[in-house]
């Protein structure tokens, strides 16, 4: 999906493909809302309690007031064990995970958009501040990329064309993660998100891996892979078999794990000056919600498509944020 701020339009196609999607079962109804830091060497895990952080936390003393941010590279690269092949990642450490005796804490895999590259930038400044506002608490943030070069659209599967894109994010990331990281080991407290294309592999995967990811961010996603370009990824992410791609989209995968969703959340935000994807995400938050996750649905007042990220983070993740006991209920 192209990410390249106002002035779309959906096309016929990409009408004919809402219908279809309307057409199953699962799309009823309506539904409204409203500087560098290595990994820590000895990294542990841990799974997620009885007691959330927001009531067991104490921020010391030396609290960092800002987040670090590492470009994943060299020995530190994540390895992908299914031929993609993706740029660096990023990984984003909260204040919280800085300090002597840190506690673990949730993850979130983001991903940026189409064209475009793993920019750490957005995901690193929403995070500040929202751990500005919760004493320090915030997600270890994994920002990865979903594509392997600016332009290319893998689809979000693995393919031959592209290599094992969702192997690498279902499988490699999180193996790497329970590695290095000090995080939580639950669903419950691992988030997949994105934005615009990402934000469409981030429903895709949270339908598809719900013993994974138990959480769903999407800011201007889509609704199924390839909306604005369906016969392009037809063609080349699923060598023309239709049969394959349909198999694919988001509402069949909630069709094939029916059931599996019991506590999982998903936060959706669009710009009010982006039409088309507003309209993309409402249809994600009905997939969602019909398969049984608790959904919310954000408008960002004047924003075009690429405008409505910043905001879109900071009221997706806000309203996350007592889901992963960084915050009180209501907060």
């Known amino acids: 999906m ?32 409203p500087a560098v830091q290595r990994p ?18 104490r921020p010391p003393a030396d609290l960092p007031t800002h ?18 092949a993706p740029r660096d990642a990023s990984l984003y450490l909260p204040p919280a995970a ?17 064209p475009g590259d793993p920019d750490p930038e957005p995901i690193q400044a929403a995070m500040d501040d929202l751990a500005a506002r919760h004493h320090g608490l915030a997600p ?8 392997g070069t600016p332009d290319a659209n893998p689809a979000c599967v693995d393919s031959s064309a592209f290599g094992g894109v969702h192997t690498y994010f279902s499988e490699d990331i999180p193996a790497w993660a ?13 988030t997949i998100a994105g934005f615009s294309n990402g934000g469409g ?31 392009e990824v037809l063609q080349e992410a699923f060598g023309g078999d239709r049969v394959a ?28 000056q982006d039409a088309p994807f507003t309209e993309q995400v409402r249809l994600s938050a009905r997939i969602a919600h019909d398969a049984g996750f608790s959904t919310q649905v954000f408008a960002i007042p004047g924003e075009d498509h690429s405008g409505a990220l910043p905001e879109g983070l900071r009221k997706t993740f806000g309203a996350l944020f007592p889901h992963l006991g960084l915050a009180a209920p209501g907060s």
């Open 178 to 190: 329970r590695a290095h990281l000090r995080i939580q080991d639950a669903p419950a407290a691992w």
């Open 2 to 33: 192209r990410a390249d701020g106002a002035g779309r339009r959906v096309s016929a196609s990409v009408l004919a493909a809402m219908l279809l999607v309307a057409a199953l079962a699962l799309v009823i109804g309506v539904l409204s809302g």
């Open 245 to 272: 791609y349909e198999a694919a989209k988001p509402a069949a995968k909630a069709v094939e794990n029916a059931g599996r969703f019991g506590g999982h959340v998903a936060e959706f935000a669009a710009g009010t």
């Open 140 to 147: 270890i943030v994994v920002v990865a990329d979903q594509l």
């Open 98 to 114: 800085l300090v002597k005796d840190a506690p673990a804490l949730p993850l979130v895999v983001f991903m940026m958009g189409q």
């Open 67 to 84: 987040g670090t941010v590492t470009t994943l590279t060299g020995e530190q690269r994540i390895p992908s064990s299914a031929g993609f």
């Open 201 to 231: 592999c981030a429903l895709d995967w949270g339908l598809a891996d719900p013993d994974v990811w138990g959480s769903v961010v999407s800011i201007a996603g889509e609704s199924y892979q390839g909306t604005e370009h369906p016969d």
């Open 40 to 57: 820590q060497a000895a990294a542990t895990t841990a799974s997620t309690g009885t007691d959330p952080l927001f009531r067991t936390w």
